[in-house]
């Protein structure tokens, strides 16, 4: 049986890991007992080399056994999860959170997988929450949003307990400004398990190993993409303000290119108008958007984000088929409604 420090020499040699030799590595990472200079030598060498599609989909793999079970495996044919890996730096508003909330006015269920802010000043937990979302609710509570509410928010932390042991690790590596495998591992092990997604990736290099581990790991379908920005620069969205370097997987496995907002319609917007601050400032950001006040080229980016998730479950033949559909539900009213009745369930 390999050990940590076996594998990591292997690493070190450019050699990929197996799936096994994978499984064996996770245990470490999750046991308490490993000192945590073994685990960091062992991540940063991982990162060096460069993690491959196969890598990436086994150390999925490896943390989904080890999540807690919500218990919602009903739902899991039918729904989608829109997220994205962080770490962009872009300062983007949460434009997934809202595209949560439009698919499930629309009869979409959603499984959305997050956690709060930690590159940014809002994640997608801290705007949730301010819209009324209890991120401490039982699994049996949850279950009841997805039947009555049509979407449902999994607070990261409390599905995954095996990170604790590796939180220090990677708070320490990234202090060194090395990010690891677990940067990109959150958007991968929904305990839900939703058969699509709707990926949202840091770099437009990780796009096709993102889409790569979601066909291994049988995803139904999804895109991965990049919303790309400039030299080095992007975030991890879908955006009518950007070029979007865009990969599919399961019964989209063919799309592979570059996607952009005129090509479905949309005009393209200033990044400007996708700018988040903090939960405050998020917050009156997405009043002001539901009452038709927010900037233009921030409702396109939802609608087409809404759009595309859509299509990628089978709703609409086409994104560009979806985008009035879901521009009606954000202005017309619906989300609005969908927020109040989130509210209501929580304080129930």
């Not at 770490?87 to 983007?92: I, R, V, W």
């Not at 063919?254 to 996708?274: H, Q, R, T, Y």
């Not at 609005?336 to 509210?343: E, L, P, Y």
């Amino acid at each position: 049986m390999s050990t940590l420090p076996e594998m990591t020499a292997q690493l070190g040699l450019g050699r990929e890991l197996t799936a096994d030799q994978v499984e064996i590595a996770a245990a470490a990472l999750a046991a308490g007992e490993i000192p945590d200079g073994l685990k960091a030598e062992f991540l940063e060498t991982l990162a060096k080399k460069g993690e491959t599609p196969g890598e990436i989909a086994a150390f999925a793999a490896a943390f989904r056994k080890r999540a807690i079970d919500p218990g919602v495996g009903a739902w899991s044919e039918l729904a989608i999860d829109i997220v994205g890996t962080g770490g962009d730096h872009a300062g983007g508003f949460n434009v997934s959170s809202v595209v949560v909330l439009v698919l499930a006015a629309a009869g979409v269920p959603v499984m959305k997988h997050g956690n709060r802010g930690v590159t940014s000043k809002c994640g997608s937990a801290d705007l949730l929450a301010g819209l009324g979302v209890d991120l401490e609710a039982a699994p049996e509570k949850l279950q009841r949003a997805l039947q009555e509410l049509g979407f449902v928010f999994f607070y990261a932390p409390a599905y995954h307990p095996t990170f604790r042991h590796i939180a220090p690790v990677r708070k320490a590596l990234a202090a060194r400004g090395q990010r690891t495998v677990f940067n990109i591992l959150g958007t991968l092990i929904n305990p839900g398990r939703p058969a699509h997604v709707l990926l949202g990736a840091y770099s437009a290099a990780l796009v096709p190993k993102l889409a790569g581990a979601l066909q291994a790991l049988g995803a139904k379908a999804g895109i991965a993409v990049h919303g790309v920005l400039g030299l080095d620069r992007g975030i991890d969205e879908l955006t009518t303000a950007s070029p979007n370097r865009v990969r599919g997987f399961g019964r989209l496995e063919a799309v592979d290119g570059e996607w952009n907002a005129p090509d479905f319609g949309l005009k393209v917007s200033p990044f400007s108008d996708l700018v988040g601050g903090d939960v405050a400032t998020n917050l009156g950001i997405v009043e002001a958007l539901l009452d038709g006040r927010g900037p233009a080229g921030l409702a396109d980016t939802v609608a087409l984000n809404a759009a595309v998730s859509m299509w990628i479950v089978g709703r609409q033949p086409s994104v560009r088929d979806g985008i009035g559909l879901a521009r009606e539900l954000l202005l017309g009213g619906a989300v609005k409604q969908k927020i109040a009745d989130t509210r209501e369930f929580f304080r129930s």
